[in-house]
């Protein structure tokens, strides 16, 4: 981007909506403790990344996603729901809370990105089904690489945002995702024996990495964190993830799927892959255009999760 597109960028988070504070976050930044931290949590981030997709590629089986491409109803339904509810619900809250230019992209970029992991997981919580979960996770991940480029052009084009996205480097940053996941893949083909410990040995290290980067991060920010995030962004966070749930067991109960399927679906539609978000705000926008708001995915990371695990409770609770 050029020096005019930062400063409106940057123009665009000091009105009244918007993130405050950037300006002190810059300024720390700036300085040599500063850089360091921030490159640091850049390589983390791709690590997780790289990682994150090495164990969703040892959870995929081509015998499974042959027998859902053969009756593709609930692929295509949970496709229809990841790629149409979720953008569909981030542009909307940007423009009725009328978000910033930059906290906007941040929010579009979160809610079009494909399912991730964390979604597998909750699905088998609420005993869902698990096939359709990871066929699913794989086919939207596969997608990701097309109708990310695509819905981020389209609803940016309705914000007058399209020549502020770096759609460059998105586009990189996704084809990179594939290497890692075709490598889980072939390890789960080679040595199906080993699969369940590097998913678990994975989802360790993403943990334990997620970690140093909130420690960090509140090294770097931690006393301003909740001052640079605007109210509304982060009522906009909060009410992503439960739009996602109740709309997609919603289409899933239109179309007439299984109670299971309800609930894979709901799974699928509202639990975004923050990790891949994440790497995208961190690596694809300069440090002076992001600031701050490469933490954004993992705010949406804690909404997500804590209503997840509400819903989780409640049908425990009623079985």
Same mark, same amino acid.
Not at 13 to 42: F, H, R, Y
Not at 52 to 61: A, K, P, V, Y
């Given at each position: 981007?050029?020096?005019?597109?930062?400063?409106?960028?940057?123009? %665009?988070?000091?009105?009244?909506?918007?993130?405050?504070?950037?300006?002190?976050?810059?300024?720390?930044?700036?300085?040599?403790?500063?850089?360091?931290?921030? /490159?640091?949590?850049?390589?983390?981030?791709?690590?997780?990344?790289?990682?994150?997709?090495?164990?969703?590629?040892?959870?995929?089986?081509?015998? $499974? *996603?042959?027998?859902?491409?053969?009756?593709?109803?609930?692929?295509?339904?949970?496709?229809?729901?990841?790629?149409?509810?979720?953008?569909?619900?981030?542009?909307?809250?940007?423009?009725?809370?009328?978000?910033?230019?930059?906290?906007?992209?941040? @929010?579009?970029?979160?809610?079009?990105?494909? %399912?991730?992991?964390?979604?597998?997981?909750?699905?088998?919580?609420?005993?869902?089904?698990?096939?359709?979960? !990871?066929?699913?996770?794989?086919?939207?991940?596969?997608?990701?690489? %097309?109708?990310?480029?695509?819905?981020?052009?389209?609803?940016?084009?309705?914000?007058?945002? @399209?020549?502020?996205?770096?759609?460059?480097? !998105?586009? *990189?940053?996704?084809?990179?995702?594939?290497?890692?996941?075709?490598? #889980?893949?072939?390890?789960?083909?080679?040595?199906? /024996?080993?699969?369940?410990?590097?998913?678990?040995? %994975?989802?360790? +290290? &993403? &943990?334990? =990495?997620? +970690?140093?980067?909130?420690?960090?991060?509140?090294?770097?920010?931690?006393?301003?964190?909740?001052?640079?995030?605007?109210?509304?962004? !982060?009522?906009?966070?909060?009410?992503?993830?439960?739009? #996602?749930?109740?709309?997609?067991?919603?289409? =899933?109960?239109?179309?007439?799927?299984?109670?299971?399927?309800?609930?894979?679906?709901?799974?699928?539609? #509202?639990? /975004?892959?923050?990790?891949?978000?994440?790497? *995208?705000?961190?690596?694809?926008?300069? $440090?002076?255009?992001?600031?701050?708001?490469?933490?954004?995915? &993992? !705010?949406?990371?804690?909404?997500?999760?804590?209503? =997840?695990?509400?819903?989780?409770?409640?049908?425990?609770?009623?079985?």
């Amino acid at each position: 981007m050029n020096n005019t597109d930062k400063e409106y960028l940057w123009k %665009g988070t000091c009105n009244g909506n918007s993130t405050p504070g950037v300006n002190i976050t810059l300024e720390w930044m700036d300085g040599a403790m500063g850089k360091a931290i921030d /490159q640091v949590i850049s390589v983390i981030s791709i690590i997780i990344l790289f990682i994150t997709m090495i164990s969703l590629g040892c959870t995929m089986e081509i015998s $499974r *996603i042959k027998v859902y491409i053969l009756k593709p109803k609930g692929i295509l339904i949970a496709l229809v729901s990841q790629y149409g509810i979720m953008p569909l619900t981030a542009f909307s809250l940007t423009k009725v809370f009328k978000l910033s230019s930059i906290e906007a992209i941040s @929010v579009l970029i979160c809610g079009c990105c494909p %399912g991730g992991t964390v979604s597998n997981i909750f699905s088998l919580a609420l005993n869902g089904d698990m096939n359709l979960s !990871i066929v699913m996770t794989t086919c939207s991940t596969t997608l990701a690489l %097309g109708m990310m480029p695509l819905l981020l052009y389209l609803y940016c084009k309705g914000l007058s945002l @399209v020549n502020k996205v770096p759609y460059k480097e !998105i586009s *990189i940053t996704l084809i990179s995702t594939l290497i890692p996941c075709s490598i #889980g893949i072939f390890l789960n083909h080679r040595y199906p /024996q080993y699969s369940r410990t590097i998913t678990k040995t %994975g989802l360790f +290290i &993403l &943990l334990i =990495a997620a +970690i140093i980067i909130a420690i960090l991060s509140a090294m770097s920010i931690g006393d301003i964190l909740w001052t640079l995030f605007s109210p509304h962004l !982060i009522i906009t966070t909060a009410l992503m993830p439960i739009i #996602g749930y109740t709309s997609g067991y919603a289409l =899933a109960t239109l179309c007439r799927l299984s109670e299971r399927c309800k609930r894979t679906v709901s799974m699928e539609t #509202g639990m /975004q892959n923050v990790q891949l978000c994440s790497t *995208i705000l961190k690596v694809a926008f300069c $440090r002076e255009e992001i600031g701050a708001l490469y933490l954004f995915p &993992l !705010i949406f990371l804690v909404f997500q999760v804590s209503e =997840a695990l509400i819903l989780v409770v409640i049908y425990r609770s009623r079985r």
